[in-house]
T-cell receptor, first 113, second 115 residues
């Protein structure tokens, strides 16, 4: 089973609206990361939040982490058509000394102009 | 920096042929990862190397798949013999493991079609 699972699987919104994606995981983590994948491209790192952090901002992105619920959310504010992409959460398992990330299945975000 | 470079970008081959995918990681990175992405199975980690040494190859599907990293600037993923079910996009990623961050940088991928 996936360590990270995103919800919803697909999200369709209008430009200017906010988009919220959720990620749940099963085991303790060292950090949680969000990546974006545009169609036909590789994944691009967006933001990282450590297990001892609760919230982090980067531009129009806001990430929260609730380790008690083993969940995270990614909020994209004032969305643009260019935000259309798949978004993946990835977890670095706690206690490991190596950089193996476990990726979820992703949320497909479509932003209509 | 040019980022992670993969070649070829597209590969079309016939069942039974050998396929070799190539990857040049970002200079200075000490970890390299090979992933496979399909609609059905999502993004799967096949193998990863740390300091050129294979650390975890539990994701390698079967003996038909092999990966090497002869030096810090080059890695290959080989499929021999290839089968139609190997059709997928294969990504290489690299990272610098420091301060428990492990941010991965992905290449553009190789789209493999096995006929």
């Amino acid at each position: 089973s996936q360590q990270g699972e995103e919800d919803p699987q697909a999200l369709s919104i209008q430009e200017g609206e906010n988009a919220t994606m959720n990620c749940s995981y099963k085991t303790s983590i060292n950090n949680l990361q969000w990546y974006r994948q545009n169609s036909g491209r590789g994944l691009v790192h967006l933001i990282l939040i450590r297990s001892n952090e609760r919230e982090k901002h980067s531009g129009r992105l806001r990430v929260t982490l609730d380790t008690s619920k083993k969940s995270s959310s990614l909020l994209i504010t004032a969305s643009r058509a260019a935000d259309t992409a798949s978004y993946f959460c990835a977890t670095l398992i706690g206690g490991t000394s190596y950089g193996k990330l476990t990726f979820g299945q992703g949320t497909i975000l479509t932003v209509h102009p | 920096d040019a980022g992670v470079i993969q070649s070829p970008r597209h590969e079309v081959t016939e069942m039974g042929q050998e396929v070799t995918l190539r990857c040049k990681p970002i200079s200075g990175h000490n970890s390299l990862f090979w992933y496979r992405q399909t609609m059905m199975r999502g993004l799967e980690l096949l193998i990863y190397f740390n300091n050129n040494v294979p650390i975890d190859d539990s994701g390698m599907p079967e003996d038909r798949f092999s990966a090497k990293m002869p030096n810090a600037s080059f890695s290959t993923l080989k499929i021999q013999p290839s089968e139609p079910r190997d059709s997928a996009v294969y990504f290489c990623a690299s990272s610098l493991e420091v301060l428990a961050k492990n941010i991965q940088y992905f290449g553009a991928g190789t789209r493999l079609s096995v006929l």
